[in-house]
C-alpha cells in the first residue's frame, strides 16, 4: 500500500500574554523557533515542514534559516485553526493526507515521538501523545494538561486538575491528524467541557471521535515562561 504523505506545521504567533516574542527568543545562538524547525526536520517521517503565521517579523526570521513560511489570518483563535487555513487555502497541501501540528514553544520533541504520533493515526483520526508523570509539583499545576487513556490508549480524559486514580499521565503539546478529519473539525461546535478546561481536544472527545494517544519517553520541556529557557539549556 502507498504510505499516506505527511506535513508538519509549526503555528508561531508573535503576541503571547505570558511571553512575548517567543518565537524569537534566544536559546544558545538560535531562536526557539529556529530550534523547533530543525528539531522537526529531523524526522524522516516528515515529508515536508513549513511555519504558520500572521506576523512579518517571525516570516522575515524564519527566511534566515530557509525555512518555508505560509502567511495565515490574524484571527486564528489556535493552533489548529491556523492549520486548517493553511490546508483550506493552498491547493499545493492537498497531496498530504496526514497534518501534523507541531508545537512552536517544544524545542527538544524528539523525531521519535514525532513518528509515533504519525504512526497513531492508523488507528484513529487524531492522535497526540503522553508521557509518565511523577513529579508531584506538575501534578497538581494546572498548566500541566494530564491524560488518561483506555487499555487500547484512546484517550478518555484531557483535564488540568488531577486525574482520577491509576496511572497518571502528562499530555504532550503535539497532534496529529487525518486531513479529512482537521476540515471537519472546523464544523464541530464549542462544548462544555472543551470551555471549561479550554482545551480543544475536549471537543473531540464530547462530539464522539476518538484520539490516540501513545506512551513515549520524552525529555521535551515546553517553553510557557521566560525561565523555561534556562531549563531547555541545560538539556542542549
Not at 511523577?134 to 484517550?155: G, I, Y
Given at each position: 500500500?502507498?504510505?499516506?504523505?505527511?506535513?508538519?506545521?509549526?503555528?508561531?504567533?508573535?503576541?503571547?500574554?505570558?511571553?512575548?516574542?517567543?518565537?524569537?527568543?534566544?536559546?544558545?545562538?538560535?531562536?526557539?523557533?529556529?530550534?523547533?524547525?530543525?528539531?522537526?526536520?529531523?524526522?524522516?517521517?516528515?515529508?515536508?515542514?513549513?511555519?504558520?503565521?500572521?506576523?512579518?517579523r517571525?516570516?522575515?526570521?524564519?527566511?534566515?534559516?530557509?525555512?518555508?513560511?505560509?502567511?495565515?489570518?490574524?484571527?486564528?483563535?489556535?493552533?489548529t485553526?491556523?492549520?486548517?487555513?493553511?490546508?483550506?487555502?493552498?491547493?499545493?497541501?492537498?497531496?498530504?493526507?496526514?497534518?501534523?501540528?507541531?508545537?512552536?514553544?517544544?524545542?527538544?520533541?524528539?523525531?521519535?515521538?514525532i513518528?509515533?504520533?504519525?504512526?497513531?493515526?492508523?488507528?484513529?483520526?487524531m492522535?497526540?501523545?503522553?508521557?509518565?508523570?511523577?513529579?508531584?509539583?506538575?501534578?497538581?499545576?494546572?498548566?500541566?494538561?494530564k491524560?488518561?487513556?483506555?487499555?487500547?490508549?484512546?484517550?478518555?480524559?484531557?483535564?488540568?486538575?488531577?486525574s482520577?486514580?491509576?496511572?497518571?499521565?502528562?499530555?504532550?503539546?503535539?497532534?496529529?491528524?487525518?486531513?479529512?478529519?482537521?476540515?471537519?473539525?472546523?464544523?464541530l461546535?464549542p462544548?462544555?467541557?472543551?470551555?471549561s478546561?479550554?482545551?480543544e481536544?475536549?471537543?473531540?472527545?464530547?462530539?464522539?471521535?476518538?484520539?490516540?494517544?501513545?506512551?513515549?519517553?520524552?525529555?521535551?520541556?515546553?517553553?510557557?515562561?521566560?525561565?523555561?529557557?534556562?531549563?531547555?539549556?541545560?538539556?542542549?
Amino acid at each position: 500500500m502507498k504510505r499516506e504523505k505527511v506535513l508538519g506545521i509549526i503555528p508561531a504567533r508573535y503576541g503571547s500574554t505570558r511571553f512575548p516574542g517567543k518565537p524569537l527568543a534566544q536559546i544558545k545562538g538560535r531562536s526557539l523557533l529556529q530550534r523547533v524547525y530543525e528539531n522537526a526536520r529531523r524526522c524522516p517521517h516528515l515529508d515536508k515542514v513549513v511555519i504558520a503565521t500572521d506576523d512579518l517579523r517571525i516570516e522575515a526570521h524564519a527566511k534566515t534559516f530557509n525555512a518555508e513560511v505560509v502567511m495565515t489570518s490574524n484571527t486564528c483563535a489556535s493552533g489548529t485553526d491556523r492549520c486548517i487555513e493553511v490546508i483550506n487555502q493552498n491547493d499545493c497541501f492537498s497531496q498530504y493526507e496526514r497534518i501534523i501540528n507541531l508545537q512552536g514553544d517544544e524545542p527538544l520533541l524528539e523525531p521519535v515521538v514525532i513518528e509515533q504520533v504519525i504512526h497513531a493515526l492508523d488507528e484513529a483520526p487524531m492522535s497526540s501523545a503522553k508521557k509518565a508523570l511523577t513529579c508531584e509539583n506538575r501534578l497538581r499545576d494546572p498548566s500541566v494538561v494530564k491524560c488518561v487513556c483506555d487499555l487500547n490508549q484512546k484517550a478518555l480524559l484531557f483535564s488540568r486538575a488531577l486525574s482520577p486514580r491509576g496511572a497518571v499521565y502528562e499530555h504532550l503539546g503535539i497532534y496529529g491528524f487525518r486531513r479529512d478529519f482537521l476540515l471537519k473539525l472546523q464544523t464541530l461546535p464549542p462544548t462544555p467541557m472543551q470551555l471549561s478546561e479550554d482545551l480543544e481536544q475536549l471537543k473531540v472527545l464530547e462530539h464522539g471521535f476518538s484520539i490516540k494517544v501513545p506512551t513515549v519517553e520524552s525529555l521535551s520541556i515546553g517553553v510557557d515562561h521566560p525561565e523555561d529557557i534556562r531549563e531547555v539549556e541545560k538539556h542542549l
